[in-house]
């Protein structure tokens, strides 16, 4: 897991809130990613930012909103206008100087259960 | 735009076994394969990459993955498998972005 770290490791939130999940990274990474694991279904990219104030909506962005105000840090709002929230939410970053060669680490996830 | 397939769910071995995991590819332009392995609620550990150069590589804790240009594969092997390689592996492509397959889940057996 590295220098990633993504807080809280469970998260249990009542239908109609908004949660916020955190990702901090020490390694100096350039970009950084949220996914979202569900059982069979592998990796979909939330959203993602390649430098600090701009960031770009992945394949299923809707329901989700980011904030990329320091480079070490990329939170994850799931509102409540994501229908089904329950998943395993994965952080990631890279550098990007190397372009489409670096290696993407990954943070150890935050469980979010909707009661 | 680039996608993996991981054509089995399943792989089961027994300790001490050889092992394989498929991953086929599709993507425009040079392919940048990946391999990580999943823990049970944990995150993705990197395992190994292909960039260019030599198609047999490299990478943590025994294993190895096989680039095959003409049939666009990128399997991950290991010579003997331990009970503690059972884990769920994905395998991806970085083109325009990074695709992920579906996983497979590698039970090995003593």
């Known amino acids: 897991d590295g220098g990633i770290t993504q807080s809280p490791k469970y998260l249990f939130r009542k239908e109609g809130q908004n949660v916020t999940l955190s990702c901090e990274q020490n390694?100096?990474?350039?970009?950084m990613y949220w996914y979202r694991q569900d059982p069979g279904q592998g990796l979909r990219l939330i959203y993602y930012?390649?430098?600090?104030?701009?960031?770009q909506k992945g394949d299923i962005a809707e329901g989700y909103s980011v904030s990329r105000e320091k480079k070490e840090s990329f939170p994850l709002t799931v509102t409540s206008a994501q229908k089904n929230p329950t998943a395993f939410y994965l952080c990631?970053?890279?550098?990007?100087?190397?372009?489409?060669?670096?290696?993407?680490?990954f943070g150890p996830g935050t469980r979010l259960t909707v009661l | 735009a680039q996608s993996v397939a991981q054509p089995e769910d399943q792989v089961n071995v027994a300790e001490g076994n050889p092992l394989t995991v498929k991953c086929t590819y599709s993507?425009?332009?040079?392919?940048?394969l990946f391999w990580y392995v999943q823990y049970p609620n944990r995150g993705l550990q990197f395992l190994l990459k292909?960039?260019?150069?030599?198609?047999l590589v490299k990478g943590s804790y025994g294993f190895e993955a096989e680039f095959n240009k003409s049939q666009t594969s990128f399997h991950l092997k290991k010579p003997s498998a331990l009970v503690s390689d059972s884990a769920l592996y994905f395998c991806?492509?970085?083109?325009?972005?990074?695709?992920f397959g579906a996983g497979t889940r590698l039970t090995v057996k003593p």
């Open positions: 990631a970053s890279r550098w990007t100087s190397g372009g489409s060669t670096d290696t993407q680490y």
């Open positions: 390694l100096n990474h350039d970009a």
């Open positions: 930012s390649q430098i600090v104030n701009d960031f």
């Open positions: 993507v425009s332009g040079n392919p940048y």
């Open positions: 292909y960039i260019t150069g030599d198609n």
């Open positions: 991806a492509v970085r083109g325009e972005d990074m695709r």
